[in-house]
């Protein structure tokens, strides 16, 4: 019997008794107690397990805070260690965690890579919403187009210090595995659709599919040149991201329900983990 019902217990059975006397009450109440259980002993222990479950819940909250420090930390070793162990226990170092990085990431470098990833995608929703405020503070309406090609412009941007350093070919290597692809795929979704969410995209038919498996493959076809680009400020990228949106402006939209949409991005991931290793 659990602290609440043993309580509720107590409770109904001081109300049978309450219009006895004073002292048959007492009486009734020393032997109708749950073995052990007193209702101080109710109020006690649920309050300690309360203490309990708040403890843990600021134990994981603080985990979670300790392994995001960590993290943040350790993406200025990529540019040197890749995306690695080395570099998560070079950053627990930097903060003064030295023997935690076993337990708290047992993916090792891919749990590095993929923090990346998540905290660049933020940065540039926040950046999207900055603009969209921007729109509606001066009244003006939101060149979609240009909107669109800046965001993912953005993003690559995100990746220029690993793509400088030769790290982000070992990155789209790793988040191409067999067992990486299934989170890889619904990154790239998410940022897809942020994107088209904050353009103001309105589309409930087969065009949502078309937008979004488009500006995909401008996103993972932009990487792929991207890591091959040795222009001045990577203007050969640029002017490459300009041409895919020029030729996707006259592509015809979808007109049969793609029956395999992950499918279909997990095909462009590897496509490109292909090429990035081919040209190595």
């Given amino acids: 019997?659990?602290?609440?019902?043993?309580?509720?217990?107590?409770?109904?059975?001081?109300?049978?008794?309450?219009?006895?006397?004073?002292?048959?009450?007492?009486?009734?109440?020393?032997?109708?107690?749950?073995?052990g259980k007193s209702f101080s002993d109710c109020a006690s222990e649920e309050k300690k397990e309360k203490k309990v479950g708040f403890k843990k819940y600021e134990d994981s909250d603080e985990e979670e805070n300790i392994k995001k420090k960590i993290l943040n930390a350790s993406l200025v070793h990529v540019t040197r260690h890749g995306w690695t162990r080395l570099?998560?226990?070079?950053?627990?170092?930097?903060?003064?965690y030295i023997s935690v990085v076993s337990g708290l990431?047992?993916?090792?470098?891919?749990?590095?890579?993929?923090?990346?990833?998540?905290?660049?995608?933020k940065r540039v929703n926040h950046w999207m919403e900055k603009e969209v405020e921007k729109s509606k503070v001066s009244k003006t309406k939101l060149p979609i187009s240009d909107f669109v090609k800046k965001a993912v412009r953005y993003r690559l941007t995100l990746n220029q210090l690993y793509i400088e350093n030769g790290k982000w070919s070992e990155a789209l290597t790793l988040m191409a595995k067999p067992e990486n692809v299934s989170e890889s795929v619904q990154l790239l979704q998410e940022l897809v659709d942020d994107i088209?969410?904050?353009?103001?995209?309105?589309?409930?038919?087969?065009?949502?599919?078309?937008?979004?498996?488009?500006?995909?493959?401008?996103?993972?076809?932009?990487?792929?040149?991207?890591?091959?680009?040795?222009?001045?400020?990577?203007?050969?990228?640029?002017?490459?991201?300009?041409?895919?949106?020029?030729?996707?402006?006259?592509?015809?939209?979808?007109?049969?329900?793609?029956?395999?949409?992950?499918?279909i991005l997990s095909g462009m991931m590897s496509t490109v983990r292909i090429f990035t290793e081919s040209q190595k």
């Avoid at 990431?105 to 995608?121: K, M, Q, T």
Wanted: net charge negative.
């Fill in 1 to 35: 019997m659990n602290i609440q019902i043993q309580c509720l217990y107590q409770l109904s059975k001081y109300k049978m008794q309450s219009t006895k006397s004073t002292r048959s009450t007492y009486n009734s109440l020393r032997f109708i107690d749950p073995p």
């Fill in 87 to 96: 570099a998560l226990a070079s950053g627990a170092e930097d903060i003064g």
């Fill in 105 to 121: 990431f047992p993916r090792e470098g891919d749990d590095l890579l993929y923090h990346h990833i998540r905290e660049s995608n």
């Fill in 196 to 263: 088209w969410h904050r353009a103001g995209d309105t589309s409930a038919d087969l065009n949502w599919y078309s937008k979004r498996i488009l500006l995909a493959g401008i996103v993972t076809s932009s990487e792929a040149f991207m890591i091959q680009d040795t222009s001045n400020n990577f203007q050969n990228t640029w002017r490459f991201l300009d041409r895919r949106f020029e030729d996707i402006a006259g592509t015809p939209q979808i007109t049969e329900l793609p029956k395999d949409l992950s499918g």
